[in-house]
């Protein structure tokens, strides 16, 4: 069994790439790559596009970390869905981008493309006229009785936009098959070309609920790529936003599940447990969800006096509140009967998919980006990776409980032990192109950053990576069985992003 | 003389579940409220959404039929007329003699009818699968309704509104097992032909879960408006039948004096709150369950119903 090193080394090693290395292979090695994954030995952390070649990030089993990268004259190399079925809607949002042809793909269909951009394979050297529009072919599913339920992208509530079209035998889900792709915003063809402090910007917008886990991505990309040393009082500080911003999700999440089974009264007191940490996060930096507050090379602003102590209280009432709330969830029997084995998802297609967050934790798989690969200022703080087995809502909804108890703790280390000093510094300009990757854990799972920095320390190529990708395919295998009106439970438990995905 | 006082009696009637009947909605909406710890909106919203709604431009769609037209006012009609026919303050109106719990059963049977019929029409799948989970809780419903009025009737020696009450309202009526098993019952009937938690969730959303909103999704305007005002009749002619019949104190007859028929107004009042208030906490405790729970739900209704009525036969002290 090859290590990922191994195969790096038997390609072109690409200089200047951080701090993971990349390699451009020849067709048979990256074949080989793919073999690993099929076989269920290494995980795929993204894969992504550019002119004439095309990108896969690794996780070896040994947890190493590489790029490997293929040239694709044409736009035509050997398709990884073919055998990889994670792979399969990246590539088809690479197609759609980029113009690439992955050989032996077995879904063609677009997918981010819409025919409403005007224009086809937007950011290919040679972009080409838009193609007729088409209707969207959904995968069949025959027999007596089925029929199909159509849902969205315009739902009755306010909610982002997405189409679900669910075929039933009765109440019971026979196939559900997502079509996503409506709020594509191109933040990928608006990188190219921006200077960083703008595409900072972009990046924090790439997913409204996780704008301070996508800034950090982006800044730790930027700054491995350039070789920046961050001071550790804005290493510490990222911690404490990221932690902030993972306790108001979890705890807004918790509450809209209960929600989704019409128990309003979880969903009350979360709300205003999360009001309650917005507000602090508003009083230590300025703003309620912290965007634009992580940029690369630093933090923006210092945290204020009075926002240490307005974080301090707000941790000592959620420690007093919500263990109450926990067992309010815990004994009503109408809501246990609800979420317990609801949209089970399996642990070894979480290991397939390399699902992230709560989706895969709660699955039995228990990656975290904090502690593989790991980044300052966690290798220094206490906490647990909860894990569990079960895989259904529940689960879900437990493991996020466990992460707010371990959250609550790290932010209260982190506030005890944050080093003084300067919060900033100023970001170089290279003298060449340079290359940085970046793997941190947002409250949905890992996100992926990375990026190209060109001549002029402009940015020339980035990609970002939604752990959404390979949770919402996971979706579609976790509601299989169960009866329609539970997908709104179900999918509350993955709420995965569709601006994120989207892009 | 005599003929107009009992006719303004019986119209003031009528007009008064018309009136209380968004109070009670925006009501219980309020003490919900309260519950969650929100403000809540105010009590007159009701009101003002139907006002709204009966403003706005009806949306239909190409091929909506005169079924889906009609449907709106034939269920605000029939559930009005159910609603004005079961005592609310007074006993012995003028026409009380058609106050028959069978008659209340068939006309909000045949709203349904219709209302599940018009979720179908458009042919939208929320549609369809609005009514298939109606008329499904429906069939359940339905005979543990009838069961508990085969109940009452054999205690009571009438289906006739105004005679039960009279009967419960007597001391003849004594402590029976059967009624209480009819009351529970009927709370689980009333909660789940309303449409409320834990069946379904009149505030919810999320389209796939819904049972009546689905069925009514299509609609908008004043036909929207018709069908909600029944919404709300419906709510308040299920908690003035439960009022009526299991507590029937503070009813005045007909033939009182103003005096009395005033005081009889603010004690069905006061009942209506005391629902509302435990309809309410009801809810807030309870999550919805799972579609296919509900025929366990109601299934226990029809068997309490029906063992109610058993039990009158096995012995006449039951």
Redesign the interface.
């Known amino acids: 069994m090859p290590a990922l090193i191994d195969i790096i080394e038997a390609g072109r090693p690409v200089e200047h790439h951080t701090p993971w290395r990349r390699a451009v292979v020849t067709p048979r090695i990256w074949n080989l790559a793919v073999e690993q994954l099929a076989e269920g030995r290494w995980s795929l952390l993204g894969l992504w596009g550019e002119p004439e070649t095309v990108h896969m990030a690794l996780l070896d089993a040994a947890r190493g970390i590489g790029v490997i990268s293929l040239k694709s004259p044409g736009g035509r190399y050997p398709s990884v869905g073919r055998r990889h079925p994670p792979a399969l809607r990246l590539e088809r949002a690479a197609a759609d981008l980029f113009g690439l042809l992955p050989q032996g793909l077995p879904d063609t269909r677009r997918w981010l493309d819409h025919s409403h951009w005007g224009v086809s394979h937007p950011l290919a050297t040679r972009p080409q006229p838009p193609v007729a529009a088409s209707s969207y072919r959904f995968l069949a599913a025959e027999g007596d009785s089925l029929h199909q339920i159509p849902v969205g992208p315009v739902h009755a509530g306010i909610i982002e936009p997405g189409h679900f079209r669910f075929t039933a035998s009765g109440e019971t889900v026979v196939r559900l098959e997502e079509r996503l792709g409506y709020v594509h915003k191109g933040i990928e063809g608006l990188m190219a070309g921006s200077p960083i402090d703008r595409a900072a910007r972009l990046a924090g917008r790439t997913s409204g609920d996780s704008t301070v886990a996508y800034s950090l991505a982006f800044a730790r990309a930027v700054e491995a790529a350039l070789g920046v040393e961050v001071p550790p009082r804005a290493l510490w500080l990222r911690a404490l936003m990221a932690e902030l911003e993972r306790v108001a999700n979890h705890l807004g999440d918790i509450g809209a599940i209960c929600n989704d089974a019409a128990f309003a009264i979880m969903h009350a007191h979360c709300g205003v447990l999360r009001e309650r940490v917005l507000r602090a996060s508003d009083a230590a930096f300025g703003h309620r969800l912290m965007r634009d507050c992580i940029v690369p090379g630093g933090v923006a602003s210092d945290l204020r006096e009075e926002g240490e102590h307005a974080v301090r209280s707000v941790i000592v009432e959620i420690r007093q509140r919500f263990p109450h709330l926990v067992e309010l969830y815990d004994n009503t029997a109408s809501l246990q009967d609800r979420t317990v084995a609801t949209g089970r998802l399996g642990v070894e297609l979480a290991r397939q998919y390399a699902a992230g967050g709560y989706v895969g934790r709660a699955s039995g798989r228990d990656f975290d980006a904090r502690r593989t690969p790991g980044y300052a200022p966690y290798d220094e703080l206490a906490f647990e990776v909860p894990a569990l087995q079960e895989g259904d809502v529940n689960a879900r909804v437990w493991i996020r409980i466990r992460e707010v108890e371990q959250s609550l703790s790290l932010v209260e280390q982190i506030l005890d032990r944050l080093p003084d000093g300067p919060i900033r510094v100023d970001v170089t300009q290279p003298d060449g192109p340079r290359e940085g990757l970046a793997l941190v854990e947002g409250f949905r799972g890992d996100i992926l950053a990375w990026l190209r920095i060109g001549e002029g320390g402009l940015v020339e190529r980035c990609h970002l990576r939604d752990p959404s990708w390979f949770q919402w395919p996971l979706l579609e295998a976790a509601i299989e069985g169960n009866i329609v009106a539970d997908f709104p439970l179900c999918n509350k438990s993955f709420n995965c992003s569709y601006s994120g995905h989207d892009l | 003389m005599a003929l107009i006082f009992e006719l303004t009696i019986q119209g003031a009637q009528m007009m008064l579940v018309l009136l209380l009947a968004p109070l009670l909605v925006g009501f219980v909406r309020k003490v ?1 409220a309260r ?4 403000q809540g909106p105010p009590l007159i919203q009701p009101y003002r959404d139907l006002l709204r709604l009966m403003r706005k431009e009806v949306v239909l769609a190409d091929n909506a039929s005169w079924l889906f037209r009609v449907t709106p006012y034939l269920i605000f009609a029939a559930t009005w007329v159910a609603a004005a026919l079961v005592p609310t303050f007074a006993t012995g109106l003028k026409f009380s003699w058609t106050a028959d719990l069978i008659a209340i059963v068939a006309l909000l049977g045949s709203a349904r009818f219709f209302l599940a019929l018009a979720g179908m029409d458009v042919g939208t ?2 549609g ?2 609005g009514a298939s989970r109606e008329v499904m809780i429906a069939s359940l419903a339905e005979p543990a309704m009838l069961l508990i009025v085969f109940s009452l009737a054999l205690v009571a020696g009438a289906t006739q509104l105004s005679t039960v009450a009279a009967f419960m309202a007597s001391p003849d009526v004594g402590l029976r097992v059967s009624l209480g098993m009819s009351l529970i019952a009927l709370v689980i009937v009333a909660i789940a032909e309303n449409a409320r ?2 069946v379904d ?1 009149p ?7 819904m049972v009546h909103e689905a069925m009514i ?1 299509e609609y908008s305007g004043r036909h929207l408006a018709m069908i909600e005002f029944a919404a709300f009749l419906k709510l308040l002619l299920y908690v003035s039948l439960i009022s009526c019949v299991f507590i029937p104190w503070g009813l005045v007859t007909a033939a009182a004096g103003p005096q009395s028929l005033a005081l009889g107004v603010v004690t069905y009042v006061g009942k209506l709150a005391v629902c509302g208030i435990l309809l309410a906490v009801f809810e ?10 509900a025929p366990d739900f109601l299934g226990a209704a029809l068997m309490l119903a029906l063992l109610g009525t058993l039990l009158l036969f096995v012995s006449r002290s039951l």
């Open positions: 919900k519950l969650l710890r929100r799948s929320f369809g699968i938690i834990p969730n505030a919810t959303h999320l389209e796939l879960t999704l807030t405790a309870i999550a919805k369950m799972r579609v296919f729970r």
